[in-house]
C-alpha cells in the first residue's frame, strides 16, 4: 500500500451511535401506522441500507412514501436527542487531519440527515467531501459513491483507506479496489465481517491512527 492520503468513513456505527434515534423514529412510524413495533436489536440489525430500506420489509407498499415522511420529520428531532459520538472519534479525526490526511464521508444516510449529525456533533469541519446514497445512483454496498469520492480527491485508490463497521462496507471497499478496515461493534457480528476478508478488522477506531 502507498502512503495513505485518503480515508473514506462509513458514518452510522462507524463514527455515530445513532441507533437509538433511529428505532426511535422507526417505532414512531409503526405506532402511527398501526404497525407492530420492534426491539431495538432488531432494529439495529437493519441499519446501515438507509431509511427507505428499513421501512421497507415492515410497511405496505402503499403506506411506505406516507411512512418515509413520517420518519423523515421525526427522526430530524430524534437525531438531536439520541445521537453521540462513538469513542475516541474526535480525537482520531483529529490526529489524522494533522497528519495531512484528507477526510470524507460515504454514507447510505439521506445527504440531509447526514449534515444534521455531522454539525449537531460538531466533526463536519474534519471532512473534505460527504457524499451520500440520495446524491448516487446506487448506495452501498455498491462501490460508485468510494469510487467517486477517490475520482474527486485527485488521488489514487493505493492511497486511499475505507473504514466501515458492516458486511455492505467490506463488500463496497472490495468492489471499488480500495482497502478497507472493519471496527467491530456495529450492525454486523464479527463473523459475518470476517467472511468478508476485509484489509483489516479492529475492535476499536482508537486503532486507526497507528495503521495510517
Not at 10 to 22: E, F, K, P, Q
Not at 159 to 175: P, T
Not at 197 to 207: E, H, T
Request: include cysteine; glycine fraction near 6%.
Amino acid at each position: 500500500m502507498q502512503e495513505v492520503k485518503l480515508i473514506i468513513f462509513d458514518l452510522d456505527g462507524t463514527l455515530v451511535d445513532a441507533y437509538t434515534a433511529i428505532g426511535e423514529s422507526f417505532n414512531f412510524v409503526m405506532r402511527r401506522l398501526g404497525l407492530k413495533t420492534k426491539s431495538t436489536g432488531t432494529v439495529r440489525r437493519l441499519v446501515g441500507w438507509g431509511d427507505r430500506n428499513l421501512l421497507k420489509p415492515f410497511v405496505p407498499a402503499a403506506d411506505l412514501k406516507n411512512a418515509l415522511n413520517l420518519y423523515r420529520r421525526h427522526h430530524q428531532k430524534s437525531l438531536l436527542k439520541y445521537s453521540h459520538l462513538l469513542p475516541f472519534v474526535r480525537r482520531v479525526l483529529r490526529k489524522l487531519k494533522a497528519k495531512g490526511c484528507r477526510l470524507a464521508i460515504a454514507s447510505n444516510r439521506p445527504n440531509k440527515f447526514s449534515h444534521i449529525l455531522l454539525k449537531h456533533l460538531k466533526i463536519e469541519h474534519f471532512f473534505d467531501d460527504v457524499l451520500c446514497a440520495d446524491q448516487a445512483a446506487h448506495g452501498k454496498p455498491h462501490p460508485e459513491m468510494l469510487n467517486k469520492i477517490v475520482k474527486r480527491s485527485g488521488l489514487k485508490k493505493a492511497q486511499a483507506i475505507y473504514v466501515g463497521d458492516m458486511v455492505i462496507d467490506a463488500q463496497a471497499g472490495r468492489r471499488a479496489g480500495i482497502s478497507t478496515i472493519i471496527v467491530t461493534g456495529g450492525s454486523s457480528s464479527k463473523a459475518q465481517i470476517k467472511k468478508e476478508a476485509p484489509f483489516k478488522i479492529i475492535a476499536s477506531l482508537d486503532s486507526l491512527d497507528r495503521l495510517v
